[in-house]
């Protein structure tokens, strides 16, 4: 189950890969070396920077699981990132639908105070075109999994809770209290 909007972003924009990224965790290492320092990408792996080169080289005997599976998030985090960009400027040039699928609880603040709803909701909502631009331009610069959240539920908030209010009533915001469930399609 998938509740971080980041890696729901990742997993939606590869549907618009032109290439597949490397299967093999020697092969995907080498990418990833190619793009950052093994200084840099050795903590993150919890292995110093010579285990890295040796695990490029294909030696991948002591790996472990929680490694390869980060470096499989950077591979979807890291693939292909011109065409992705290319990919998200159609879609809001031509209107294209941004489906947002989630399975979460919501809070409200308004003028009167914050109100939390224990209800479980599970939606599918288009988001609105300004909210999807917002959601694709703090990913293109690496925003915080937080300010993600923010941009989609205040897209949430207008496509979903606030449609059949004249825009003078408008005025609670909308936050993502608990997610249990992402799932972007475009």
Not at 108 to 123: A, I, Q, V
Not at 149 to 174: C, K, M, S, T, W
Request: aromatic share 10%; with cysteine; charged share 25%.
């Amino acid at each position: 189950m998938n509740t971080s909007v980041a890696h729901a972003l990742d997993i939606a924009d590869a549907r618009h890969w032109t290439r597949k990224p490397p299967t093999r965790p020697a092969t995907r290492l080498r990418h990833l070396l190619r793009t950052q320092t093994a200084a840099v990408l050795a903590p993150k792996l919890f292995a110093y920077p010579e285990t890295l080169t040796r695990w490029a080289n294909g030696d991948t005997s002591d790996l472990t699981t929680a490694q390869a599976a980060y470096i499989e998030y950077e591979i979807f985090r890291t693939w292909q990132l011109q065409e992705r960009r290319r990919a998200h400027q159609r879609i809001l040039d031509y209107d294209g639908c941004v489906t947002a699928q989630l399975h979460a609880r919501f809070s409200y603040t308004t003028t009167s105070g914050e109100f939390h709803d224990p209800r479980l909701r599970r939606l599918t909502e288009d988001l609105p075109n300004l909210h999807a631009r917002r959601l694709f331009d703090a990913r293109h610069r690496d925003a915080e999994e937080d300010e993600l959240r923010r941009i989609l539920a205040d897209g949430i908030g207008e496509a979903y809770f606030f449609r059949a209010l004249p825009l003078d009533q408008q005025q609670a915001a909308v936050t993502i209290s608990d997610l249990h469930f992402i799932q972007l399609h475009y």
